[in-house]
């Protein structure tokens, strides 16, 4: 996607195709390309994030990337990297959640041999290989708090020595981090520190999930056929409407992982060049009641939302959330007044003028 041009800072790195990242480290010379082009879609709510990330990327600041999973948070943390001075040099990333608490500590900071059982030689850290670069501290919700007030040190300082080590390292790293979790949330538990939040939350984006951007889903859902047609060597042409219609209709809760993967399925059983339809026809029919925490009246807003964001927000009709309420049309409206329930992206406005049509 293109958003015109960058004023600020070098250009965008080029990738092969999207999702194929460096795992850990890599530098890119070319440097050429200053358009979102592995970030599919056109829709308003992504086209916000996108801006934001324009007006971020050159400036250096730490960005915290929020999102469900599988929104495209990776996505945006590199093209932060990409749009930034900072585009020729390491783009690093560290997934704070696959890696055991123990290890952890050492991963970031690296480690002098013999600073633990087990340490034979010496080892570089993230941080020392993300050097004059960009490190990406992927779910840091999940960075245990015994390391928390270290990662804040590193960030204020700009300074850390190695596990086991008494050098003192100096460091300029620019840091991105993602989480799909409430850090705000976690802050008011005791479970993340207050002062690192506050040190991370310099400049949040938001990457919406794909339910408040169903109109993003036909492209997608094209350029994954391309993607994986090229790749099993399988020629499709023919995407049927009702096809089309059901992958609309569907609330995505892996957001657009989830749709690769079933684009991908879909490819492999394809047949006659036809894109054949993944998904079972009840989809939109699992709303269940929640778990019977909270109040009736919030369980009742809690289910009224699942209703909506599983029937991707279509209120009438066999096919619509009140029909799988069991409700009246005209009921669930009223409902939704009462709650105060709007669709994600909409104006109050514009819900209530789609509702009145
Ligand atoms: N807008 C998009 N256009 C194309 N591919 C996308 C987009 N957003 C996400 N993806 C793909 O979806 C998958 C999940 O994205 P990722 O950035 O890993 O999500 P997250 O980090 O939020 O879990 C990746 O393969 C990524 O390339
Ligand atoms: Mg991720």
């Known amino acids: 996607?293109?958003?015109?041009?960058v004023t600020r800072g070098r250009s965008m790195l080029h990738s092969p195709m999207p999702g194929v990242f460096a795992v850990d480290s890599d530098i890119d010379q070319n440097c050429s390309d200053r358009s979102f082009k592995d970030i599919v879609g056109e829709s308003p709510a992504l086209k916000a994030a996108l801006t934001?990330?324009?007006?971020?990327?050159?400036?250096g600041s730490t960005v915290l990337v929020l999102?469900?999973?599988?929104?495209?948070?990776?996505?945006i943390a590199r093209a932060i990297h990409n749009l930034s001075d900072r585009c020729r040099r390491p783009f690093v990333k560290l997934n704070c959640a696959a890696i055991p608490s123990d290890l952890?500590?050492?991963?970031?900071?690296g480690h002098e041999k013999g600073a633990f059982t087990g340490a034979l030689t010496q080892r570089i850290g993230r941080f020392e290989t993300a050097h004059t670069g960009t490190l990406f501290l992927d779910e840091i919700g999940d960075l245990p708090l015994s390391l928390q007030p270290k990662l804040l040190r590193v960030l204020q300082e700009r300074e850390f020595e190695r596990l086991g080590g008494t050098r003192t390292h100096q460091i300029d790293v620019r840091l991105v981090a993602a989480t799909h979790r409430d850090l705000t949330e976690m802050v008011n538990r005791g479970q993340f520190r207050s002062d690192l939040y506050y040190r991370i939350n310099v400049f949040p984006i938001t990457v919406p999930p794909l339910r408040a951007r169903p109109e993003d889903i036909p492209q997608l859902v094209q350029h994954?056929?391309?993607?994986?047609?090229?790749?099993?060597?399988m020629q499709i042409d023919h995407i049927a409407k009702e096809t089309m219609a059901a992958f609309q209709a569907y609330a995505w809760p892996g957001n657009i992982r989830e749709l690769q993967n079933l684009v991908e399925r879909s490819v492999i059983l394809a047949s006659n060049g036809?894109?054949?339809?993944?998904?079972?026809?009840?989809d939109c029919i699992h709303v269940e009641a929640s778990s019977g925490l909270g109040t009736f009246k919030e369980s009742q807003r809690a289910l009224i939302l699942r209703a909506l964001e599983a029937c991707a927000w279509i209120i009438g009709g066999q096919r619509g959330a009140a029909a799988k309420l069991g409700l009246k049309r005209t009921t669930l409206i009223t409902k939704m007044r009462y709650f105060g329930i709007t669709r994600p992206g909409a104006t109050f406005d514009t819900t209530w003028q789609s509702l009145s049509d």
Do not use: H, W
């Open 67 to 75: 999102g469900e999973t599988g929104t495209g948070k990776e996505l």
């Open 224 to 233: 994954f056929v391309d993607i994986y047609a090229r790749r099993i060597g």
């Open 1 to 5: 996607m293109s958003l015109g041009p």
């Open 52 to 59: 934001k990330v324009q007006r971020v990327a050159p400036t």
């Open 274 to 282: 036809e894109l054949p339809n993944p998904l079972p026809p009840s």
């Open 104 to 109: 952890l500590e050492s991963e970031l900071f």
